[in-house]
């Protein structure tokens, strides 16, 4: 017996959706489908993949490691197969209406001319674009796709990767010189840290140590909701910033900041196109993602070599 798409897509429903019934409604199928795929699923891995109890479902843990790994590489594949019969309808012009929602200093840094090229290759296509830092109901708010940084949280959204930045820990040389430049992770609850409203210090402050990322304890009595605002902060020597690459990078090669700790790696931020689930894909959506994914793929930001550990440090992992 063999697995199927069928059989994937409905384990993940199932899975956002926590019920066999929503499931099939979604899916337009029978409750004893579903719960036969599922079943069928489970003999073909040899692994339980759902807890089942008093008529409720809950996922097991090798559910949880199949779907994390499931997500992105059935995307993939999705837009594989579909990019055979999108690259038909090249040639024919765009039209209605494309609305995106971005983050803030990314959209403006960096998206903002991408977008401006792609309205430019496409002039009977009218683009709606809505730059803010929160996390967008994409379909509640009417948008067709959402550029968003991190790591992916909404399983009902199909997403794509574009590209990956690095965050890193920056501060002025003025704040360095009077408070000096801390060596360790531990050193770093000594100063004072700039926090993003968006997201708690123990997520944003994460470093790679010893082959498993760790979230010294840090602590600020600032806190913004905006990289750029966080990045002002720190060049006028208010403390030490965690920040984007495509955010600190500009600021470092200028001078403003200066790059602390660049021997401990951060958690690596994926950069990914996200959308409502929709069949079959607009010529619209499938264009600009493809556009946008061509102009990240190289980002213009990671013009420099990436740093690597301290002479006194072993390489992480």
């Not at 019969?85 to 990314?106: E, K, N, Q, Y």
Request: aromatic share 6%; glycine share 8%.
């Amino acid at each position: 017996m063999r697995y199927d798409l069928n059989d994937l897509e409905t384990f993940l429903t199932v899975l956002e959706l926590g019920t066999v019934t929503a499931a099939a409604a979604r899916l337009n199928l029978s409750k004893s489908v579903i719960s036969k795929r599922i079943s069928d699923l489970e003999t073909v891995l040899g692994a339980a993949l759902f807890r089942r109890n008093a008529g409720r479902i809950t996922p097991t843990e090798a559910a949880e490691r199949l779907a994390e790994r499931l997500r992105p590489a059935l995307a993939e594949l999705i837009a594989a197969a579909e990019g055979a019969a999108w690259d038909m309808d090249g040639v024919a012009p765009l039209r209605g209406t494309l609305s995106i929602a971005a983050p803030m200093s990314f959209g403006i840094l960096h998206l903002g001319p991408i977008i401006a090229r792609f309205a430019a290759q496409n002039p009977e296509l009218e683009i709606n674009v809505d730059y803010d830092d929160r996390t967008r109901d994409l379909a509640r708010e009417g948008f067709d796709i959402g550029i968003r940084i991190g790591a992916m949280r909404d399983n009902a959204l199909m997403q794509r990767k574009l590209c990956e930045d690095d965050s890193m820990v920056c501060a002025s040389s003025a704040y360095l010189d009077r408070t000096g430049r801390p060596e360790t992770l531990a050193e770093l609850r000594e100063h004072q840290v700039i926090g993003y409203s968006h997201m708690p210090n123990s997520q944003l402050w994460q470093f790679r140590d010893q082959g498993r990322f760790v979230s010294p304890s840090v602590h600020g009595r600032l806190k913004l909701n905006n990289g750029e605002a966080i990045r002002d902060m720190a060049i006028e020597g208010l403390g030490l910033a965690m920040l984007p690459g495509f955010i600190a990078g500009p600021a470092i090669a200028a001078g403003r900041l200066e790059r602390v700790l660049p021997g401990f790696g951060t958690r690596p931020m994926p950069i990914v196109a996200v959308w409502p689930p929709v069949s079959p894909l607009p010529a619209k959506l499938r264009r600009f993602v493809d556009h946008v994914a061509a102009e990240l793929k190289q980002p213009s930001w990671q013009t420099g070599p990436k740093p690597g550990p301290k002479p006194d440090q072993k390489p992480a992992g």
